[in-house]
């Protein structure tokens, strides 16, 4: 991304419609739906990122690119909807990716669709399927397959990305900042949806500063204190209604996620200067999920009535967020899955 482009890419909140959208004027689109290799990394220490490794690995094993294998790129400036909201983008990308896997059905004899997606992609993988009737989800899915999903229950270095400004390996611009490029990203749906949950992260001091301690609870309150008036309608009006909202695919599940990292866990900005990196206390998890929301995840989603039945999960010890997808043993972990859903 240039620069010069940088403002171009903002997004505006609509209070009337209760839905982000565009610049006015301004047009964007995600090349190569359709395909699994509209995923790429964009971000040059790591062009490594994304599904490359799993798409070779795929390939080896027989599936076909537009054939067997197929992608559902997204733009990741927007957030799913919870069944009932509204989201002109994502109404358009859920009814896209149902006719998707409906051509996918016909080419293949019929056969349900394995849908996997890895963090910001599992919870749009997670939010779609719960956004499906639910016979056309026994229909037309075979399995649900998350990678370390960045779900409603959040994180907190969402905190840090949204007070100082996203890591480059989050919003990469050339010769940019973290804080030249905040101001962009705080107008970004996805800055603030996966922020903590207060049923995950209870009462426990998230941010520190010399004159107030901020939880879960008190979010609305630390995006002024940041100096962001602006994400408190949308948070209030949109996002804090999905942090409670742990309603089940109720499709046959695998959740995998990664633990044993030093993970973002308190976040000290102690002379209240969110323009300075913080002191930063350190818990367990991937190096950016914290342990606590994976784990909350199982609880929450996967042992719900009729879900638990058909529910999976395994962890994998020291491999980072982004290299969930491309280490080795990782990728070893996935494709056995993959392989035994394919008896």
Known sequence: MDPDHVEQMRLVYDPVLGDFRNLPGVVTRVPNFGSARGFSSKYPPHPEYCFGALRSAL?????????????????????????????????????????????????????????????????????????????????????????????????????????????GDLVYVPSASRLSVRSMWRTFEAAIVNLPCPEVFGRRPLVITKQNNYSAYDTADLLLVIGSADGVGPFKERELAKMGYFKAPMVPMTHMYGVGLRTEEQLMYWEGDFDMPPEVVYGDGDGTINTIAMLAFEDKVGKQPGQKERFKSFKVNKVPHSELVIDARALKKIMDEIVELNR
Request: glycine share 8%.
């Open 59 to 167: 390939e080896r094993f027989g599936y076909r690119d537009q054939e067997t294998l197929f992608g559902a790129p997204y733009d990741f400036r927007y957030a799913p909807p919870l069944p009932g909201q509204t989201s002109r983008v994502y109404s358009r990308y859920f009814r896209r990716l149902m006719r998707l896997i409906e051509d996918a059905r016909k080419k293949n004899q019929g056969r349900a669709a394995i849908v996997l997606g890895h963090s910001y992609g599992a919870m749009v993988a997670i939010e779609f399927v719960r956004n499906t009737p639910l016979s056309w989800r026994n229909k037309f899915i075979k399995h649900l397959f998350t990678v370390a999903p960045t779900w409603s229950g959040g994180y907190v270095r969402t905190i840090r990305s949204f007070a100082s400004g996203p890591p």
